[in-house]
């Protein structure tokens, strides 16, 4: 795991990184398609393509549902900025304004008869839900940057794995 930024306008990135057992073209089955994400994740809850979009495509947009604990239930809209088969697949997150609110990422690279298999999220530059805990609390600016920041990396970890089993099945 890499983590960097403690400040949300220094745009923290997770990063994380496991080898799997499988060719990159299996590994990207999975990590190209969306609708298969809420299955792998405990914070994403459904995804759905918008129209024209049916696929992966660079360009295309999606809406994900997600739920937290702490944070309650919220949506996004996504739009499909890097689409390179079977190496790159990433998204930005509409934020209110201009920006994207994060930019997430898998990497797919071959490595040793498997695969390379990473996943980033960089925070920013636009506003997101925890700019808003930031307004309200902006001494505690760098400790809730931390939390949810250990949060992705921890959901992200649990998807890579899931990845990986997913992958090396038996069917595979």
Sequence with gaps: MEWTGARYADGPVVRVQTWVAAPPSRVWEF????????????ELQSVRWVAPSTCPALGARFVGSSRHESLGEWSTSSRVVEFDPPRVFAWEVE??????????????????????????????????????????MPEKEQKIVFVRMREFEANMTRTLAAVKELAEGSDA
Aim: glycine share 12%.
């Design 95 to 136: 934020g209110p304004d201009a920006d994207p609110s994060a930019t997430w990422r898998f990497t797919v690279e071959p490595d040793g008869g498997g695969t390379s298999l990473r996943q980033e999220v960089r925070m920013g530059p636009g506003r997101s839900g925890l700019s808003l805990a930031i307004e309200r």
């Design 31 to 42: 990590v190209s398609d969306v609708e298969r994400m809420p299955d792998l994740s405990d």
